[in-house]
């Protein structure tokens, strides 16, 4: 298994976001982001399996939470 980083330009979004995917028994952690880790400098992410992430960037644009690019992927 594999995480990712799904950046989000907001702590706002990434606290709706991370509701939105507990709702969809996806665990969600809200991850601080520095400028240089996303080509827009989105500030904050979740932090999910990178499993789940097609099914997590669905669940965040019909919760209507812009979600940027996926920033990392590294083994558990």
Do not use: F
């Amino acid at each position: 298994m594999y995480n990712c980083i799904i950046a989000l330009s907001s702590m706002t979004y990434a606290i709706k976001g991370e509701k939105a995917l507990l709702a969809y028994d996806i665990s969600a952690k809200i991850v601080r982001l520095t400028a240089d880790q996303t080509e827009r400098g989105c500030a904050y992410g979740l932090q999910i399996l990178c499993y789940y992430a097609h099914q997590a960037y669905g669940i965040l644009a019909n919760a209507g939470i812009p979600a940027g690019e996926l920033v990392q992927e590294w083994k558990v």
